[in-house]
């Protein structure tokens, strides 16, 4: 008995004995570690072993292989369709110091039993610091819009336009939108998780649906009474005419209830003209140039038909002081029957034939021209591509049902488009009257290319504002993304 109790205390000695050497061990493992000026061992940023370097080592080290993770682009998918992120387009970065920072602090926070507590934990068990990454939300979620605008499956809003002695009544068709917090987390987790590179988003969508015709908006938006047109000099004011035109709502309403899946209806309307027009009144109405733009164009027959088609229909335009400008509206839907053409376009990230195509043409020289008129500029996208006709950042797409072109007269006085397309050169001027309610300025437009990437290009575009030859404003207009060719 005697002789099992001496070997239990024997036992007992032995196991205190080494504890008390291990702990002897980690004590001394630490009192090296508070006084010296490294990470403690067992330390690991983003599966980087930092362990017994300084931080600055540890910022270098880190740096570099994190550099050479994020050196590369997310893919996204939908349906048949691919497009590219690259993590720079939204400056994603480490917080790598501020993890260098936490894992520098392990066993040194100043109670000494905490930090032989967390020295001892660190030393037998390891740990892995996850840096924090940072990232540019708005450019992240402006790139997804830009995505967005170019899924295939668009919604079409039920919409309509005049046509000669018809208005048109388009219904709308359904379309793929984008859940964005739910893609932008995504991606945020795949950027951290550095697991990307093999890795193939589903971008992730919903359906929207398109409003209901509304048979008597509509016919409140068409209607009017009949007025001649005519001017003043004191007060000096343009009065356009306005042509009388009404329809049957009842009867339309109706004939949508009837058939409800028809892609288009056609209205007739009942005019009652003017005696007297805004052309009749020529030019002395407009007698200032506000604003002029050209765009050089290659005299293709079909492309330089849609050209002209599209420019006669917003030559002429009269747009009153606040009243809007649409470029879908005063244009209307490009068909056949209207004489369109098939010539390139941008389709679904590449270049094809479609009916219309180069029409943008004469949308990017108006956009042109009315910021020089000082135009107030509510709708605007640009292309896919850098168009050949203007550089980037200085571009407008339409496509009829889901992308305008919009601006408000923002002067006290009436404007007036003139557009030609003659000569290999598409022209718009805008026409008005300089007073003394309108401030002046000399406008220009700056276009900065701001970044360059793999498969991108990203401008940025001011309007700069000039009197008596000094900068008195600089406008940022926009920030466009565009794919490489």
């Known amino acids: 008995m ?7 205390l024997t036992y007992l000695l032995l196991i205190a004995f080494v504890i008390g050497i291990l702990i002897a061990g980690i004590v001394s493992f630490y009192v090296v570690h508070k006084n010296d000026n490294t990470i403690q061992s067992g330390v690991y940023i983003k599966g980087i072993n930092v362990s017994g370097l300084s931080k600055d080592e540890a910022v270098k080290l880190v740096q570099e292989n994190l550099d050479l993770e994020l ?5 996204l998918k939908y349906k048949n369709y691919e497009y590219y992120v690259e993590v720079e387009q939204f400056d994603a970065k480490f917080d790598i110091e501020a993890s260098v920072d936490l894992a520098y602090q392990i066993g040194r926070s100043g109670n000494f039993f905490k930090d032989m507590k967390d020295f001892g934990s660190v030393l037998l068990s390891k740990i892995d610091v996850d840096p924090v990454l940072q990232y540019n939300q708005e450019e992240l979620l402006s790139y997804l819009e830009v995505i967005q605008a170019q899924l295939p499956d668009q919604l ?3 919409s309509y336009y005049v046509d000669d002695d018809k208005v048109m009544i388009t219904n709308g068709k359904n379309g793929a939108k984008i859940y964005m917090d739910e893609l932008e987390k995504t991606i945020i987790e795949e950027v951290q998780d550095i697991t990307y590179k093999n890795t193939c988003i589903d971008i992730p969508t919903y359906t929207e649906y398109p409003d209901q015709i509304n048979v008597q908006a509509i016919h409140d938006d068409v209607y009017r009474e009949m007025q001649n047109a005519y001017f003043t000099t004191e007060p000096r004011m343009v009065y356009a005419e306005v042509t009388g035109v009404d329809f049957n709502v009842g009867a339309v309403e109706q004939a949508i209830s009837e058939n409800p899946n028809v892609d288009e209806y056609a209205v007739e309307l009942t005019f009652t003209r003017p005696e007297v027009t805004v052309n009749d009144l020529g030019m002395d109405p407009f007698p200032d140039l506000l604003g002029t733009y050209s765009t050089k164009y290659i005299n293709n027959a079909d492309r330089t038909t849609n050209l002209r088609l599209a420019a006669n229909k917003i030559n002429g335009k009269v747009i009153m002081p606040d009243e809007s400008f649409s470029f879908n509206k005063v244009v209307g839907r490009r068909t056949a029957a209207a004489g369109y053409k098939n010539a390139a376009i941008f389709s679904d990230g590449q270049v094809t034939d479609g009916l219309g195509g180069g029409i943008c043409q004469i949308t990017s020289t108006l956009y042109n021209a009315v910021v020089f008129a000082n135009m107030k500029i509510t709708s605007r996208r640009n292309h896919m591509f850098v168009p050949s006709y203007v550089t980037g950042g200085r571009d407008a797409t339409v496509v009829y049902g889901s992308t305008d072109f919009t601006f408000q007269n ?7 488009l003139v557009a030609t397309v003659e000569g290999g050169r598409a022209t718009v001027n805008v026409y008005g009257y300089r007073n003394e309610n309108d401030p002046e300025y000399d406008i220009s437009i700056e276009t900065n290319l701001i970044k360059t990437t793999a498969k991108s290009l990203v401008y940025d575009a001011y309007k700069i504002y000039k009197q008596n030859g000094e900068v008195v404003n600089r406008e940022k207009m926009s920030r466009d993304t565009y794919k490489k060719y």
Not at 2 to 8: A, D, G, L, P, S
Not at 71 to 75: C, P, R, S
Not at 410 to 416: A, E, G, Q, V
């Open 2 to 8: 005697v002789k099992k109790k001496n070997f239990i």
């Open 156 to 158: 079409e809003q039920s």
């Open 410 to 416: 923002s002067r006290s006085y009436p404007i007036k």
């Open 71 to 75: 050196n590369d682009h997310l893919i």
